[in-house]
């Protein structure tokens, strides 16, 4: 078998058809496994989801997965494996539209194609990119956005979070996320929009 993509979703179905006693290969564009999980890390309030990245990595090295990293897969790369399946496990992509999958509005947000714009995994690998003065749009009110606007803080930068919802963090009232980050966030001079009642 043979898995193209190494992150959270890419990983588990290797894993798990090693598992079953399949002989898999696992090719991952990236310098390391974990895809979204490895970027989130890099943050320090997302620091332990890369646990779930290292279990993952010692599960294939120990059920004999062969990975590839730094390895584009081609038509000729899947052809080359002569495998008996293919199973494509690409990642999640951030919305880059500046709206969620459920929200009502249609209309991108104009200048998000700008080459200044990033997306919260580009803003995590590398925060020198993003300017002295951010705005963080989110559509979801996550726990990714504020642990960003905390840490680009936190480096001395200007940040806004901007969201939708009725508060930062509403996505994540439930898991109990939000209530150590929140304060938090504000504490370091982040300044959040919300959603006027």
């Known amino acids: 078998m043979l898995v193209v993509g190494g992150g959270p979703a ?108 990033l997306d919260v995994r580009e803003a995590a690998l590398d925060p020198e990119r993003c300017g002295a003065r951010v705005v963080l749009l989110d559509d979801f009110a996550g726990l990714a956005s504020m642990a960003l606007a905390l840490a680009l803080a936190q480096r001395g930068r200007t940040v806004t979070l901007a969201t939708r919802q009725p508060m930062a963090g509403f996505g994540v009232l439930a898991t109990g996320d939000a209530p150590w980050v929140y304060p938090r966030m504000l504490a370091a001079g982040v300044t959040v929009l919300t959603q006027p009642s």
């Not at 730094?70 to 052809?79: G, I, L, M, P, W």
């Not at 999958?101 to 209309?107: E, Q």
């Open 10 to 117: 890419g990983a588990q179905a290797a894993l798990s058809s090693a598992e079953r006693g399949h002989r898999v290969t696992l090719l991952e564009r990236g310098e390391r496994l974990g895809g979204q999980l490895d970027a989130a890390r890099r943050l320090a309030e997302l620091r332990s989801w890369g646990d779930l990245v290292d279990d993952l990595e010692r599960a294939l090295a120990r059920h004999g997965v062969e990975v590839r990293l730094r390895t584009e897969a081609s038509v000729a790369s899947v052809h080359a494996a002569r495998a008996d399946a293919v199973l494509i496990a690409t990642g999640a992509r951030h919305e880059r539209s500046g709206r969620g999958a459920a929200s009502l509005v249609t209309d991108a947000v104009p200048g998000l194609d700008a080459a200044h714009v």
